[in-house]
């Protein structure tokens, strides 16, 4: 079955930090661009993050750049989001997608999304 | 940075109604652009992508428009069902990957 899972939300408090993680199953992992994108209580999507099929180019939004850090293990088929430093602001749902690719290579569009880790960064 | 907005930000109709959503671009960003629907509890759902190409088992009730920097999604007749937001998102001038605020269409 195609699907991301995330886990390793939860309740921290401001300054504190969280890993989150993205499993990956019933694709070639190895071959995904990823993404991490949040929606804060109340707000829209926001893009955050970025990596490369083989980790060779990341980018952040302004947002997070600096705290956050993307990374991925494909021979775990796995994502993850070290998150340091948090704030209150960071309180969101977390979701990792995968940008669409085929034999031409990754489009920069989401089709297969998780269905999100809850963040709350609260004292 | 690109920034996307979106018209209206709520829109009321009835089933079997037409829905007319809108996405505006800062700048061009020729036909990359991707719609999605987003219900609560739900990972959104890509609709539309190269502004008008429906993703895979997407209705042909849901059709996308345009280039540049104005964008349209139609529902041509809407079913209980399509209730959600609907975001753009643009991906000719990245990163970042942006956003438009959403479209709520509702009863």
């Known amino acids: 079955q195609v699907q991301l899972v995330e886990s390793g939300g939860g309740l921290v408090r401001p300054g504190g930090s969280l890993r989150l993680s993205c499993a990956a199953s019933?694709?070639?992992?190895?071959?995904?661009?990823m993404s991490w994108i949040r929606q804060a209580p109340g707000k829209g999507l926001e893009w955050i993050s970025y990596?490369?099929?083989?980790?060779?180019?990341?980018y952040y939004a302004d947002s997070v750049k600096g705290r956050f850090t993307i990374s991925r293990d494909n021979t775990k088929n796995s994502l993850y989001l070290q998150m340091d430093s948090l704030r209150a602001e960071d309180t969101a749902m977390y979701y990792c997608?995968?940008?669409?690719?085929?034999?031409?290579?990754?489009?920069?569009?989401?089709?297969?999304w998780g269905r999100g880790t809850q963040v709350v960064v609260s004292s | 940075e690109t920034v996307m907005t979106q018209s209206p930000g709520t829109l009321s109709v009835s089933p079997g109604e037409r829905a007319t959503l809108s996405c505006r671009a800062s700048?061009?960003?020729?036909?990359?652009l991707a719609w999605y629907q987003h219900k609560p509890g739900q990972p959104p759902r890509l609709l539309i992508f190269?502004?008008?190409t429906r993703a895979t088992g997407i209705p042909a009730r849901f059709s996308g428009s345009g280039s540049g920097t104005e964008f349209t999604l139609t529902i041509s007749s809407l079913q209980s069902d399509d209730f959600a937001v609907y975001y753009c998102?643009?991906?000719?001038?990245?990163?970042?990957?942006?956003f438009g605020p959403g479209t709520k269409v509702d009863l």
């Open positions: 190269g502004a008008s």
């Open positions: 998102q643009q991906y000719g001038d990245w990163p970042p990957f942006t």
């Open positions: 997608a995968q940008y669409y690719y085929d034999s031409s290579g990754p489009q920069w569009y989401f089709d297969l």
């Open positions: 700048q061009s960003v020729r036909n990359n």
């Open positions: 990596i490369s099929s083989l980790s060779s180019s990341t």
């Open positions: 019933g694709f070639a992992f190895d071959h995904s661009y």
